[in-house]
């Protein structure tokens, strides 16, 4: 009677969840169907994640993730269009009985079929099947394995890219076309179904509830792991899985730094935090970006930088509807922050130039030799989905299509070492004889304010909806301060 009831605990407690509960199977299907209908005939070999390298256990690789649902690691997925007829393959690896004490004991290949409507294979008949694909003269698509989007371009070792490689070494005398799958995955997923946007609206009700209440609790004295620990904790007692990417919070000095991660300055009286903060919920990462007083209110400096960024939030906000290119949003946005930091002196003029140190980056993007770049050379926003960068890339060419979501960040950072590191030119001695007093003035603040939208019919939706307004952060902070 006890080995049944330790068996079921096991199995019940254990067993690793196959993902997608909140998506039903047959959009899983549809989404294979969606992604055939965009080749003619051929391989679509995808990879999931391999064992963690770490005691914790690694999430799901997006693109696998998005077609198949499946969170066990060291799974591949193959699917064959070929003289009209479209199949779909899961290869799952077996577990050491002993390492399934530690890690879980994965579900019969019976129950994968029922729940993922995938024929299931073993993983080592993997390579002879891909093997007799080939040889039919089928072309390749490859969906590699690395972790996100960003780490795409260095790619180079992982075990798809060595497959891969391999493959090709294998049939040398008639090597199979290999094409990157990842632009028609990624078109496919940057439209949101119902069911994905409703995740996504729990990831980030989820971020808006925790990230308001640590707003409340930041005060002079806390060290910013502090916040960091009260933010978290909030996502996973809301349920979440944790924070969709390393939380960003960096105050005085540190809000200067866009990826600041060390978290561990004492934070003083009359300091800025910047809190940049996303919970993972299902897999759906939101990201949600706060800049507070510490002691409670802003100086009339903060103020003013804060201003200039919300204005520019709120304007490039105007401007985001269907059909509406990205390139003018993001410039709708760069020319009010140009107007404000001229205004205040820390640039000579909105369309002023200099020599950066990125200089070779000018020519095909002009705006990065003008003076307001200094102050924000990051992106003005990102998609956000099963990556924290999803698709499509902002940053790119293309109009806003309803069921986008996606993100506004527009930010200043002030600092005096960004005047130390420009090129020694003429144009850049006489930029800094103009502009070093007001910077030193307005030195070692750092804004970023981030919200999560949802392209509709009519424009945007605004989903994060944590307080943004000057006024409301500070009567926040005071109502904190009075219950203290």
Not at 246 to 266: C, E, F, K, L
Request: proline content about 5%; some cysteine; overall charge positive.
């Amino acid at each position: 009677m006890r080995t049944s009831v330790l068996q079921g605990l096991l199995l019940a407690g254990l067993a690793p969840s196959l993902a997608g509960q909140d998506i039903a199977a047959r959009e899983y299907s549809a989404r294979r169907d969606s992604l055939a209908a965009r080749i003619d005939s051929g391989v679509v070999i995808a990879f999931g994640t391999p064992d963690p390298t770490s005691i914790h256990q690694a999430a799901q690789l997006p693109a696998f993730r998005y077609l198949t649902g499946f969170l066990e690691p060291n799974a591949a997925f193959v699917l064959v269009k070929s003289g009209g007829r479209v199949t779909g393959t899961l290869f799952t690896a077996s577990r050491d009985p002993r390492r399934a004490l530690y890690d879980g004991f994965p579900h019969d290949s019976a129950t994968v079929t029922r729940q993922t409507g995938l024929a299931v294979r073993s993983l080592p008949a993997f390579r002879q099947i891909v093997d007799s694909l080939v040889q039919r003269g089928l072309p390749v698509y490859d969906l590699r394995d690395f972790a996100t989007a960003d780490a795409g371009a260095s790619d180079s070792l992982t075990r798809g890219a060595q497959f891969l490689a391999d493959l090709q070494g294998r049939h040398q005398t008639a090597a199979p076309q290999i094409r990157d799958a990842h632009a028609i995955v990624d078109s496919l997923r940057a439209r949101k179904s119902p069911a994905e946007l409703a995740l996504l609206r729990r990831a980030i009700d989820i971020t808006v509830a925790s990230l308001k209440e640590t707003m409340r609790s930041a005060r002079p004295g806390m060290y910013e792991y502090e916040l960091q620990a009260l933010v978290e904790a909030g996502f996973r007692r809301a349920g979440a899985e944790g924070p969709s990417f390393a939380s960003i919070v960096g105050s005085g000095p540190n809000s200067t730094q866009y990826h600041y991660q060390r978290n561990d300055r004492r934070m003083a009286a009359g300091d800025i935090v910047v809190m940049d903060v996303g919970a993972s919920y299902r897999g759906y990462a939101a990201d949600v970006t706060r800049t507070i007083p510490v002691g409670g209110k802003f100086t009339p400096e903060q103020r003013a930088i804060y201003q200039l960024v919300r204005d520019a939030q709120a304007a490039s906000e105007r401007v985001a509807k269907p059909g509406v290119s990205f390139k003018a949003w993001r410039d709708t946005a760069r020319a009010v922050e140009a107007r404000g930091l001229a205004k205040l002196g820390l640039i000579e003029s909105a369309e002023a130039t200099f020599d950066p140190p990125w200089a070779s980056q000018c020519g095909a993007s002009p705006e990065r030799c003008r003076q307001a770049f200094l102050y924000m050379a990051h992106g003005l926003g990102h998609g956000i989905g099963l990556e924290v960068h999803d698709p499509p890339g902002y940053g790119g060419t293309g109009t806003f299509e309803v069921g986008q979501v996606f993100t506004i960040e527009p930010g200043v950072y002030i600092s005096t070492r960004l005047l130390d590191m420009l090129p020694d030119t003429p144009k850049n001695r006489a930029m800094i004889a103009k502009v070093r007093k007001a910077v030193e003035r307005y030195q070692n603040i750092g804004v970023r304010i981030e919200d999560d939208y949802v392209v509709t019919r009519n424009g945007i939706e605004w989903l994060s909806r944590a307080p943004r307004e000057i006024n409301d952060i500070e009567a926040l902070r005071m109502v904190s301060s009075r219950i203290r």
